[in-house]
């Protein structure tokens, strides 16, 4: 079963712009990952965040944290054409007892030229 | 360094039959982790393995199978296939649990039962 949920699902907006993508998640966590996937191919770390962060950047990429309300957002800022994918949070659970990840559903992200 | 590579990157097989993919991870890496990717389901966990022991599994039937060899390598067998076995079937290799590194993504093999 899903841990992350992504919203939203789609999301299209014009090169330049930002896009925010949210993602919530239902049990504790040790770290929470971002992943960008091109149609059809695998997917490409982007962001790992652990959960005593609060913040973090990577190039055009921020991505925030909030453990209090599990919940995580990834900014896109000044988005090209190529930043047309899906992206993907995943947790670990730890208290699963498992430090595997799991996905969430993801948001399909469209940047119109 | 080289990327992870997954072989063959297309198959199509007939219900019944059954299936073995293989995985190479980057060199150093030991763990390996396979996911099934379907439209209707998106990305679910099948399996990770570390030092050729499977650390965990998710909720697939038995028919889903995998192992580790000493080299990293890993493989994933599928018998009897169904059509819902149809999907995009990636592996990730990371340097420790999956769970606290990144993981590194193949490209994937397009499985089409038919």
């Known amino acids: 079963s899903q841990q992350g949920e992504e919203d939203p699902q789609a999301l299209s907006i014009q090169e330049g712009e930002n896009a925010t993508m949210n993602c919530s998640y239902k049990t504790s966590i040790n770290n929470l990952q971002w992943y960008r996937q091109n149609s059809g191919r695998g997917l490409v770390h982007l962001i790992l965040i652990r959960s005593n962060e609060r913040e973090k950047h990577s190039g055009r990429l921020r991505v925030t944290l909030d453990t209090s309300k599990k919940s995580s957002s990834l900014l896109i800022t000044a988005s090209r054409a190529a930043d047309t994918a899906s992206y993907f949070c995943a947790t670990d659970n730890p208290q699963g007892g498992s430090e595997k990840l799991v996905f969430g559903k993801g948001t399909k992200l469209t940047v119109n030229p | 360094k080289a990327g992870v590579t997954q072989t063959p990157r297309y198959l199509i097989k007939t219900r019944g039959q059954q299936v073995t993919l293989s995985c190479s991870p980057i060199s150093g890496h030991r763990s390996v982790s396979w996911y099934q990717q379907t439209p209707g389901q998106g990305l679910q966990f099948l399996f990770e393995y570390f030092s050729e022991t499977q650390r965990n599994k998710g909720n697939f039937p038995g028919r889903f199978s995998g192992r580790q060899f000493s080299n990293s390598r890993s493989e994933m067998n599928v018998s009897t296939l169904e059509l819902g076995d149809s999907a995009l079937y990636l592996c990730?290799?990371?340097?420790?649990?999956?769970?606290?590194?990144?993981?590194?993504f193949g490209p994937g093999t397009r499985l089409t039962v038919t």
């Open positions: 990730a290799s990371s340097l420790w649990a999956s769970g606290s590194y990144e993981q590194y």
